[in-house]
């Protein structure tokens, strides 16, 4: 019997809110001073839920810009994606397939949905995910990482519960996304409905985003969009599921140092946020 960690609060979905003409999202969190030790090594989460897109010829989604002192991490959960970015790393996701991006040190980039999904539209899901660095990791070089659907292991939980292991471990399976602190990432589904248990470290977050069905706490339902935010105390979270749920599961041990941030930079000091749109506004982030 592991010590289970208890769920600290529950965050609704707030306004929705576009980036760029591409993503209509909900932005679950954010780096406020307040919730970061709440949420660390995690930043920000924006939620694009399921929406149609028509046909058409436009490229959507967001233009140039830059990025210092994280990660983004993209999950395609459902169209595709497509990336370009100053270091050299690029790609298209789509459906299943994640893309984890290192800005480190700084990159501008550009992120679209992909000219073929553009042109025959349907359904777009897609989930972003920013990832603190610590302080001796934030000018780091850039890094790419595309990992398709079919290369994440899967572990089976439960009656008919799938973890698909996209960082971190689960019962032995290693997810393929190389991560610079211990943080695990998977994306959970059932038919049926089940009770499973995730085993964490001690003293680290964790996050459970609904994205499909519901999680029961305490006989209460939490539906779809809501995100859940535990403490950091315990080592495992027991999770009641409906059937034909679908949740993003997120742990990490707490980088505990201070944030600054400034729009597309998230540094330690307001000096580096400085010198962050510096580099940027001199080209040292490079160009497309
Ligand atoms: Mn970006």
């Known amino acids: ?25 909900h932005t679950l969190v954010s780096p406020s001073p307040e919730l970061y030790p709440s949420i660390t090594p995690f930043l920000l989460m924006d939620y694009a839920p399921p929406s149609e897109f028509k046909p058409t010829s436009k490229k959507l989604g967001v233009g140039e810009h830059p990025h210092r002192g994280f990660e983004t991490v993209t999950f395609a959960i459902n169209g595709e994606v497509e990336h370009r970015d100053s270091a050299g790393g690029g790609g298209i996701i789509g459906t299943g397939d994640v893309q984890w991006m290192t800005a480190a040190s700084g990159l501008v980039h550009e992120e679209f949905h992909s000219k073929e999904f553009a042109k025959t539209g349907g359904t777009f899901e897609m989930v972003q995910l920013w990832v603190n660095l610590p302080a001796n990791k934030k000018m780091t070089p850039p890094r790419y990482q595309g990992v398709k659907n079919e290369q994440f292991p899967r572990v089976q939980l439960g009656e008919q519960t799938t973890v698909q292991v996209v960082a971190g471990k689960c019962l ?4 393929p996304c190389n991560t610079y602190t211990d943080i695990n990432v998977f994306l959970v589904d059932n038919k049926l409905k089940d009770s499973i248990v995730l085993n964490f470290k001690e003293g680290t977050n964790s996050l459970v985003l609904v994205l499909r069905g519901k999680v029961f706490n305490e006989q209460k339902p939490l539906t779809e969009k809501s995100l859940l935010i535990y403490e950091r105390e315990g080592e495992s979270i027991k999770l009641d599921l409906e059937e034909n749920t679908k949740l993003l599961v997120l742990n990490g041990d707490p980088i505990d140092e201070p944030i600054a941030t400034y729009g597309p930079f998230v540094m330690n000091t307001r000096e580096e946020l400085m010198q962050a749109v510096e580099d940027y506004q001199s080209g040292k982030m490079g160009y497309l």
Do not use: A, S
Request: glycine fraction near 14%; hydrophobic fraction near 35%; aromatic fraction near 6%.
């Open 1 to 25: 019997m592991t010590n289970e960690k208890k769920l600290k609060m529950v965050l609704g979905p707030k306004e929705q809110h576009w980036v760029g003409d591409g993503f209509h999202v």
């Open 172 to 175: 032995e399976k290693v997810g």
